[in-house]
């Protein structure tokens, strides 16, 4: 048996990160999952995400 096989054999518990979706079609299943609001740093916007690293130095 290979090693990433073992997975397949054990409980899955999931941490989901920003999308309510994912967390609510494995909470369907019964999957155990926690969810995290999460969201990219100034909307994922790259030179906001710049001024903002220039401002905390």
Do not use: C, T
């Amino acid at each position: 048996m290979k090693p990433i096989d073992s997975l397949f054999n054990e409980e899955v518990k999931v941490i989901n990160l920003g999308i309510p979706a994912f967390r609510d079609d494995l909470d369907e299943q019964g999957v155990e999952v926690v969810h995290v609001d999460w969201s990219p740093p100034a909307g994922g916007n790259k030179k906001m995400q710049s001024l903002l690293n220039q401002l905390k130095g």
